[in-house]
């Protein structure tokens, strides 16, 4: 069983910054690919960026040169730093894990979410 807790979500200032994390929890092997999504209300959840356990990124366009995804893979954790944030980019931050359990088994894993707002 596993448990992903994200924080750092928040209002900010368009052209402003935040640091958004999640930490993995539980009884598993091995953390596969991990990522984060977003939903906007009204739109449907979209991959915002992932990474590798050896650190290959994926970025969507419309956030690729103003986030930057990383991970700590001896403490289970990725974070997502946001950049020149602008209205667009409010929404619900979902983290994701690929989790390799005991039976050897990859499972997808979800957060509960984190609410980032831009706006002045």
């Known amino acids: 069983q596993v448990q992903l807790v994200e924080s750092g979500g928040g209002l900010v200032q368009p052209g402003g910054s935040l640091r958004l994390s999640c930490a993995a929890s539980g009884s598993f092997i091995r953390i596969n690919v991990m990522g984060w999504y977003r939903q906007a209300p009204g739109n449907q959840r979209e991959l915002v960026a992932t990474t590798t356990r050896g650190g290959r990124t994926n970025y969507a366009d419309s956030v690729k040169g103003r986030f930057t995804i990383s991970r700590d893979n001896a403490k289970n954790m990725v974070s997502l730093e946001m950049n020149s944030l602008q209205p667009e980019d409010t929404a619900v931050y979902y983290c994701?894990?690929?989790?390799?359990?005991?039976?050897?088994?990859?499972?997808?894993?979800w957060g509960k979410g984190t609410l980032v707002t831009v706006s002045s």
């Open positions: 994701n894990a690929d989790v390799t359990g005991y039976s050897y088994i990859s499972d997808p894993y």
